[in-house]
T-cell receptor, first 117, second 113 residues
Framework: AQKITQTQPGMFVQEKEAVTLDCTYDTSDPSYGLFWYKQPSSGEMIFLIYQGSYDQQNATEGRYSLNFQKARKSANLVISASQLGDSAMYFCAMREGQGFGNEKLTFGTGTRLTIIP | KAGVTQTPRYLIKTRGQQVTLSCSPISGHRSVSWYQQTPGQGLQFLFEYFSETQRNKGNFPGRFSGRQFSNSRSEMNVSTLELGDSALYLC????????????FGSGTRLTVV
């Protein structure tokens, strides 16, 4: 079974609109972390936001927020007021366990977001 | 501060050759991980090093190997290259663990012909 599922291969959004990128995950570990990364055409993976499984509040970082619904195992990324520079691939990723000694991220297949002027 | 530096950025090799990729982590970061990104398989974890020791390894054949030096710089080596090894190889570093995520480099794009 896929551990991270991103069901939207591509999305087109009008500039200045908000956009939600979907991510569902599967784990039996009570301790885990969820990440979103942005990958522009240059290739570099840019960290956007992190949510820990025990965090009570949804994470926010500037225009990015994470809609964390633990019972549904969902961790959707919300980008408010989209900009042309937001056009990129977006990856959801998960770290299972506390982190020490299990140092890896499992990535979803990504969503290609295109912002239309 | 300087980010994660990967060299070279682009590489073309012939089947059967071997290749070495280099990664310099952010100063002070002791954990270095490597990922392979291909259109077919997506992003896959290769291995992770901490204080010169391999701490975790992904499901790749033994042709893929790596090491970390005392200054935390890391290299990965792929021997007997196959066409399917063509990929973007990403290096990532963190202070000690992935608990809050990694900082990635820009990657090395390897093409095997």
């Amino acid at each position: 079974a896929q551990k991270i599922t991103q069901t939207q291969p591509g999305m087109f959004v009008q500039e200045k609109e908000a956009v939600t990128l979907d991510c569902t995950y599967d784990t039996s570990d009570p301790s885990y972390g969820l990440f979103w990364y942005k990958q522009p055409s240059s290739g570099e993976m840019i960290f956007l936001i992190y949510q820990g499984s025990y965090d009570q509040q949804n994470a926010t970082e500037g225009r990015y927020s994470l809609n964390f619904q633990k019972a549904r195992k969902s961790a959707n990324l919300v980008i408010s007021a989209s900009q042309l520079g937001d056009s990129a691939m977006y990856f959801c990723a998960m770290r299972e366990g506390q982190g020490f000694g299990n140092e890896k991220l499992t990535f979803g297949t990504g969503t290609r977001l295109t912002i239309i002027p | 501060k300087a980010g994660v530096t990967q060299t070279p950025r682009y590489l073309i090799k012939t089947r059967g050759q071997q290749v070495t990729l280099s990664c310099s982590p952010i100063s002070g970061h002791r954990s270095v991980s490597w990922y392979q990104q291909t259109p077919g398989q997506g992003l896959q974890f290769l291995f992770e090093y901490f204080s010169e020791t391999q701490r975790n390894k992904g499901n790749f054949p033994g042709r893929f190997s790596g090491r970390q030096f005392s200054n935390s710089r890391s290299e990965m080596n792929v021997s007997t290259l196959e066409l399917g090894d063509s990929a973007l190889y990403l290096c990532a570093s963190s202070l000690a663990s992935v608990i809050y995520g990694y900082t990635f480099g820009s990657g090395t794009r390897l093409t095997v012909v």
